[in-house]
């Protein structure tokens, strides 16, 4: 091994790779490659710096065309490092040599692929190369066809000579740039942008100039316009932050343009929405979706291959996927305003709830361990943020109202003394219900009193839908509202969230059918909820002394548990008509005993 590295030594610092004599043409010499593997041996053995300095001239031309970009060609890296490391010595030589290079691959069709390894940051000579490669090629591609060359008697454009007989005894790397089929041109598009990508990045004024230039020019042609769409891409791919509103502004001025950069675009879109702001983002759609509105997107089922029309409009919604996973308050805002645009696009209404989801997400703290214990001891305290919430909320109270009713529930019982009483009764005393009236006005003090403080509003009789002007109607017996903040950062949200409460007494003709009928089918339409609460207030039997009242007679044939079981049965039947009712029976004793004992 060490002869065989003694030898790379000395080959590399007498001889040379002949360049001048093959690249930029369809032949190479061994000569150029058997130098390139004794510099990658050197590099790998870390014995580069027995190279004298003078000699990194020699190879340029072998080092720039030695194949690495195709996958499994070459080793990548070394070549990076040896390129670096010959910039340091010879990068007037390195210069020409990619000259060279990407004009002879060129002109005979091939991508001159290698050249994606060179960085125009290195040297101002490598990035002056790039410079004027990038105003030729562009010359070349949108040049037509008359003016390649002569023609031949046929009237079709004539051959040019291979880049190894130059015309007029000319060198290849001096020839002027021809390409002569439609395949090269497209070769020579991508190069151009790949190396208009490298000079911006390097941050080098002349790329820029160029892309513009080539944004501005005139887009009759089609070569003309696929060179702006590859300038836009070239653009936005670099910092698509800075140049979005240039691109936008150039595309805005030509339909054809703007169709082209779109689809030139929609192939390589992830590289650069992550940059872009999210009113940026917004204005991005605005364009895509002027383009290529989603109205009239077709669905296409099955395997098929994907066009750039497919990709475009992917791209198209990707931008509103992009503008709400930020779960900012600046992409509620481009959102809705999107929304206000746009008001019968459904999938924007539905980026606006997933961005809102993703700030709460984002701006939520979990509780301190001590803010924790508190929300545990303290029972006032609860989040509702829906119908379902509020009325399991109101579902806990009314269980609080019950388990309190033993101390007073006689405040709900009529009391008759014996002098009212038929003298057949033998009763000092008599008890009986209050009327449904009663219960209703008992129940909505009881939820304001346990309430306040919570932003719940707790209303009796509510007018839903009145029938004349005389204040008749249908009205709700207990309706609560929880009052909801129109937050301009938030978007709109409801304005209030509404649980209807209906009272029955078991006596009720109607007990069994007003639950669907008059709460779920009536009272929630007409109050704009779909939720509601069947309580009915259960008087015991037994304590219900007074059997001349013709209500006892009607609730003899009830039982509790029986009645409680059908309402159950009754609202699971009633969420099919996209309503929730919750059935709740409150047992209301009375604490006294009466007078004979019973």
Known sequence: ????????????????????????????????????????????????SEVPNAAWSSWAGALIWFHTVPSNAGDREIKLRLLSRAVENSASQLAAAVDAYVRGELMQGHLASETELVD?????????????????LADAITRTRGDDGPSDAAGQQAPHPAPDEPPNGRKADQAALSLTTDESRTHALQRWEEMLVALLQAQDQRAVDTAHHALEADVSSGWQRQLAARAARALLTVDSHQYL???????????????????????????FLADLEEEQLAELYRWLSGLFPPEDDVPIEGVHFVGPEEQTREWRDRVLQSISSRGSEQALRALT?????????????????????????????????????????????????????????????????????????????????????????????????????????????????????????????????????????????????????????????????????????????????????????????????????????????????????YRRRRV????????????????????????????????????HRNSDGT
């Open 120 to 136: 125009p940051a290195w040297h101002v000579e490598l990035a002056d190369t790039f410079a004027a490669l990038l105003t030729e």
């Open 337 to 549: 305003k999107l929304r206000d645009e746009c008001p019968s696009r459904v999938i924007i209404t539905s980026h606006i709830l997933r961005a809102r989801t993703n700030l709460f997400a984002s701006a939520w703290s979990p509780p301190t361990p001590v803010e924790l214990a508190a929300l545990f001891e303290d029972a006032n305290r609860r989040l509702v943020r829906s119908e379902r919430e509020l009325a399991d909320l109101l579902v806990e109270v009314l269980e609080a109202i019950g388990n309190d009713l033993p101390t007073h529930g006689e405040l709900l019982w009529d009391r008759l003394p014996a002098r009212v009483l038929p003298k057949s009764y033998q009763l000092k005393e008599a008890w009986l219900p209050k009327p449904e009236p009663a219960l209703s006005a008992y129940i909505s003090h009881e939820l304001t009193k346990r309430l306040e403080r919570r932003g719940l509003a707790v209303n009796r009789e509510v007018l839903v839908r009145p029938t004349d002007a005389y204040g008749a109607g249908d009205r709700t017996d207990i309706q609560i509202e929880a009052t909801m903040r129109d937050d301009p950062v938030k978007g709109p949200t409801p304005d209030r969230i509404v649980v209807v409460i209906e009272v029955k007494g078991p006596w009720n003709r109607e007990l069994l059918s007003a639950q669907q009928q008059q709460l779920a089918q009536r009272y929630l339409p007409e109050a704009g909820t779909r939720t509601g609460i069947y309580l009915v207030g259960w008087y015991p039997l037994e304590q219900w002394t007074y059997k001349g009242d």
């Open 1 to 48: 091994m060490d002869v065989l590295i003694e030898a790379a030594v000395h080959f590399i610092a007498n001889e040379h790779d002949h360049s001048d004599e093959w690249l930029g043409t369809n032949r190479y010499d061994k000569r150029g490659w058997a130098g390139y593997l004794a510099l990658a041996l050197l590099e790998r053995k870390d014995r580069l």
């Open 245 to 271: 509103a240039t691109v936008l502004s150039a595309v805005g001025k030509d339909a054809a343009l703007g169709r082209d950069v779109a689809l030139c675009l929609g192939a390589s879109y992830s590289d």
């Open 556 to 591: 003899a044939q009830l039982s509790e548990h029986a009645l409680l079981a059908s309402l159950e049965t009754q609202a699971a039947s009633i969420t099919r008509l996209d309503a929730l009712t919750v059935p709740f029976l409150l047992t209301i004793p009375r604490p």
